[in-house]
């Protein structure tokens, strides 16, 4: 099934998935510091190379860096693949900030069982969002993990099972 397009220009409130009408916005509050967290992953590295190891021109990297445009739902991944941070951060600034992080939740021989059934349930839900190729706003991301936990009894093996029904309520 075709999704319907409406051009519209990009305002505050919205993100670079403006062009998609089933879009839901970034919140304006979390995404202020995005370029903020853009130079964060450039580091030392020039312009021109982080944009070309994205995938995309250096023109529009300095558009997100000033502020002009959010990145659309590809090229969050794409930024995120780079440096192997969680879409979540890149967007938010919710941790974990890495994947590499969000895989140490569970390697700690002392992390709680929740631990993982935590895991288990970001996991199921950023899942969900490549899927559907949106980002649930923070209040439903967390309410999505919070009930999937719950529903869970925090049995990690519980959760996915249970992503589908839940993340179709939080829509």
């Known amino acids: 099934m075709a999704v319907p397009r409406v051009k519209t220009r990009l305002s505050k409130k919205r993100s670079g998935s403006d062009l998609d009408a089933r879009a839901v916005p970034i919140c304006s509050t979390e995404s202020e510091l995005f370029k903020e967290r853009?130079?964060?992953?450039?580091?030392?590295?020039?312009?021109?190379?982080?944009?070309?190891?994205?995938?995309?021109?250096?023109?529009?990297?300095?558009?997100?860096?000033r502020g002009e445009k959010l990145p659309g739902f590809e090229k969050l991944v794409a930024i995120a693949n780079v440096d192997g941070?969680?879409?979540?951060?890149?967007?938010?600034g919710r941790p974990p900030k890495t994947r590499a992080e969000l895989s140490l939740l569970t390697s700690h021989p002392a992390s709680a069982y929740t631990d993982l059934a935590y895991r288990a349930a970001v996991?199921?839900?950023?899942?969900?969002?490549?899927?559907?190729?949106?980002?649930?706003?923070l209040d439903k991301?967390?309410?999505?993990?919070?009930l999937l936990i719950k529903l869970a009894d925090g049995e990690a093996?519980?959760?996915k099972p249970n992503a589908a029904t839940v993340l179709g309520l939080t829509t």
Do not use: H, M
């Not at 996991?123 to 706003?137: D, N």
């Open 38 to 65: 853009l130079r964060e992953l450039i580091g030392e590295r020039k312009n021109v190379w982080f944009a070309r190891e994205c995938g995309f021109s250096d023109s529009l990297l300095g558009a997100y860096l």
């Open 141 to 146: 991301f967390e309410s999505a993990i919070d």
């Open 85 to 92: 941070v969680t879409i979540d951060w890149l967007t938010t």
């Open 123 to 137: 996991e199921a839900i950023q899942e969900w969002q490549i899927e559907q190729g949106r980002l649930l706003p």
């Open 157 to 159: 093996a519980q959760i």
